[in-house]
C-alpha cells in the first residue's frame, strides 16, 4: 500500500510548470496512437521475455543484450512524443505567445534524456 505522502506527491504538479489546463496539448493522430501502442506492446512483450529469462535462470549477457534493446526501444518511443510535442505543442505555445514556458518545459524533459 502506497502511503498518502507518496501518493500526494506523484499527484502534485511539479514545481515550476503551468497547471495543466493552461498547457497547449495536441492530439495524436488516430495512426499516431497506434503506432505508438503498437511499439509500447513490443516494449511490453520484450519486459516479460526478460522476465521469463531470469526465472529460467538464463545467460546473463543474453539477458542484459535483451535488456539493452528494450531501453534503446523505451528511448526510441520517447523520441517519437518528444518529435511530437515539438512539433505540435511546443510550436502551438510558440503560435499562441505562450512558447517561453513550453520551450523551458521541453528543455527540461530534454535533459533528463542526457544524464
Not at 501518493?7 to 505508438?36: M, N, Q
Request: glycine share 8%; aromatic share 2%; proline share 3%.
Amino acid at each position: 500500500m502506497t502511503s498518502p505522502r507518496k501518493t500526494a506527491r506523484r499527484d502534485a504538479e511539479p514545481r515550476g510548470f503551468a497547471e495543466p489546463a493552461k498547457r497547449a496539448v495536441v492530439a495524436h493522430s488516430g495512426a499516431e496512437t497506434t503506432a505508438l501502442a503498437k511499439r509500447l506492446n513490443r516494449i511490453e512483450g520484450q519486459v516479460r521475455g526478460i522476465g521469463r529469462m531470469i526465472d529460467d535462470d538464463r545467460y546473463c549477457v543474453d539477458i542484459l543484450t535483451q535488456v539493452s534493446a528494450v531501453q534503446s526501444a523505451l528511448d526510441a518511443l520517447a523520441l517519437k512524443l518528444l518529435e511530437h510535442h515539438l512539433h505540435g505543442c511546443v510550436s502551438h505555445a510558440v503560435a499562441s505567445g505562450n512558447g517561453a514556458h513550453a520551450i523551458d518545459e521541453a528543455l527540461s524533459v530534454i535533459r533528463k534524456f542526457g544524464r
